[in-house]
């Protein structure tokens, strides 16, 4: 059968096929900073859904009201499953969720990364998920071991040099 005879989605009926926004498998382990910018990022969805009109003719905005509304169903689901992860009070002995890394690798250049959740990661500010690679390998371990970072672009062993909880 010929292609012009099958009837396409249009318009409205394209926006109602948006997937719902998948969920990480992992635990959602946050810190106390982790709650409040999901917190915030719930109340610009809201802020953005009430400045969208309701019903509307115009396709874009209406597009637009499904995706915020979309994102705001990821982002309480995301609250709602959240397990916030308080500050111990003392330096940890060993690299937990939270605490702050001070790593020397192979050539003797100095790392630092806070190991956080996976909503509040980012890698430009030194804040990488508890699931990554990286944080995979220093979990647990102690100042003065040497734990393997397995990247793409191969292999790096770095030693763990300082652990301490975030300023």
């Known amino acids: ?14 926006a109602d096929d948006l997937p719902e926004i998948p969920q990480s ?10 709650l409040a910018l999901l917190v915030a990022w719930e109340q610009n969805c809201r802020d953005q859904l009430e400045r969208l009109p309701k019903n509307t003719a115009d396709l874009k ?33 060993t690299v937990v969720f939270g605490c702050e890394v001070v790593l020397l690798d ?12 996976e909503d509040e990661a980012d890698p430009a500010q030194n804040r990488i998920s508890w699931t990554s690679p990286l944080a ?7 100042v003065g071991e040497v734990v393997q970072w397995e990247r793409p672009a191969g292999n790096l062993e770095m030693e763990i040099v300082t652990i301490r909880l975030p300023a």
């Open 1 to 14: 059968m010929s292609r012009a005879f099958v009837k396409e989605p249009d318009g409205e009926q394209v």
């Open 25 to 34: 498998i992992h635990p959602n382990y946050v810190t106390p900073n982790g």
């Open 61 to 93: 905005q209406a597009q637009q009201r499904k995706h915020v509304a979309r994102e705001l169903r990821y982002v309480r689901e995301r609250i709602r499953r959240a397990n916030v992860v308080e500050p111990t009070g003392h330096e940890p002995d």
């Open 106 to 117: 192979e050539s003797g250049t100095q790392h630092q990364y806070a190991i956080v959740g």
């Open 136 to 142: 995979t390998a220093l979990l647990n371990q102690e």
